[in-house]
């Protein structure tokens, strides 16, 4: 295009405004004053590289484009791609113009790989066709003229995540293990837990310790010789000396 959009230039045609004014002067041959609207056999390229060939840059391209048979003798569209293809979802939905049925629009989703083992990206088209378009069975071309709306949609960084192509991205291996290690770590406990039944579990259990094994009790060990006196005993917790008042020993 040899042309240049002036600033605070927006695009957002309604559906009917999209066919009335915009494919039904195309399939007529008649020139539109401002020709923002290229020429591409989209089906030549991945979704990914359309925006290149636009000069709109607002998160939507649109394209007037051919559709082929995919069989000689067939009404059948050809909807492959360099690296995938585009199928269609949802049922047609019908463009009124004063009451007056004047197109059809589809909804297609991209799916990268072959068909019917394709995987589905985020890359979504609308096409336009015209409601009385001509067609005939001795050409490969279905349509002359389509218009086609192509857009990515998004989903929020934190609950999903893609990669260039627009397929969603699997969470990173480390994220799962780590899950899977503390799920393997939780201890369920009794809504009702007695002291005696607590004293029952190691300590390995209870603080994720290993390296420690043993009941509480084991914790607990009462140094020096002979009963205990009115004097603090000494007792030992992890290692370390600590003092006791004899009170709390009976």
């Not at 979504?124 to 857009?151: A, F």
């Not at 579990?201 to 002979?226: C, H, K, M, R, V």
């Amino acid at each position: 295009m040899n042309y240049e959009l002036p600033p605070g230039f927006r695009f957002h045609p309604t559906d009917e405004e999209l066919i009335v004014f915009y494919l039904r002067k195309k399939a007529a041959s008649l020139s539109c004053s401002v020709p923002i609207i290229p020429e591409v056999n989209i089906y030549k390229f991945d979704p990914w590289e359309l925006p290149g060939k636009s000069e709109l840059s607002e998160g939507e391209w649109y394209f007037f484009t051919p559709r082929d048979r995919k069989y000689p003798n067939g009404a059948r569209p050809n909807r492959a791609t360099v690296s995938g293809y585009w199928k269609a979802t949802g049922t047609d939905k019908a463009i009124y113009s004063c009451s007056r049925c004047v197109g059809v629009k589809k909804a297609l989703v991209f799916y990268q790989g072959r068909p019917p083992k394709g995987c589905k990206t985020e890359w979504i088209m609308h096409e336009y066709r015209l409601n009385d378009s001509q067609k005939t069975s001795k050409s490969k071309i279905l349509d002359e003229w389509v218009l086609c709306r192509i857009y990515q949609k998004r989903q929020p960084k934190s609950k999903t995540e893609h990669d260039d192509s627009g397929r969603e991205s699997p969470a990173p291996k480390k994220l799962i293990m780590e899950l899977e290690d503390c799920e393997a770590k939780t201890i369920t406990m009794p809504r009702s837990c007695s002291l005696a039944r607590l004293l029952e579990y190691e300590y390995s259990q209870l603080f994720g310790d290993s390296t420690i094994g043993g009941s509480i009790d084991d914790l607990f060990t009462i140094g020096g010789a002979g009963s205990v006196s009115e004097e603090a005993a000494t007792t030992r917790l992890f290692g370390n000396q600590i003092l006791m008042d004899p009170i709390f020993m009976h």
